[in-house]
Structure formats: C-alpha cells, structure tokens
C-alpha cells in the first residue's frame, strides 16, 4: 500500500492516480481488521429542488456545485 500511494501521489495522468486509487481502496477493503460498529442516523431537512448535493454513505455530504 505503501509503495501504491508513493509512486502514484504526484502521477500527473488522471487515469493512472484513479487507477491507483482504486487499487488503494480495494487493498483497505479487502485486507481491513476494523469494522463498523455503529452507524449514525441523521435527519436533513431541505427543499425538494435543490441541486448540487450529494448524501454518502459516510454521513457527509458532497457539494457538487452543478
């Protein structure tokens, strides 16, 4: 994992740091030794026209601008 994320931090081709990326996420997954052990329940409230958001799975939102 080390070496994955040493060699691709500054790679300046968008598609290979994705890819490395991704590779990075599937090692963490696959190889974890935690788990969730709760998961919060949040309510959000706001109007039905809005655009540019995004709920995750990881309780934060995603500001998408568009």
Known sequence: ???LLDENYHEPNAD???AAAQEAQ???IEDAVW???WYD???RV????LVGIEKRWDTFERFTGR
């Open 26 to 28: 599937k090692i963490v």
């Open 46 to 49: 706001m109007r039905a026209d």
């Open 41 to 43: 329940n949040w309510t």
């Open 35 to 37: 788990g969730m052990l």
């Open 16 to 18: 290979k740091r994705l």
């Open 1 to 3: 994992m080390d070496k």
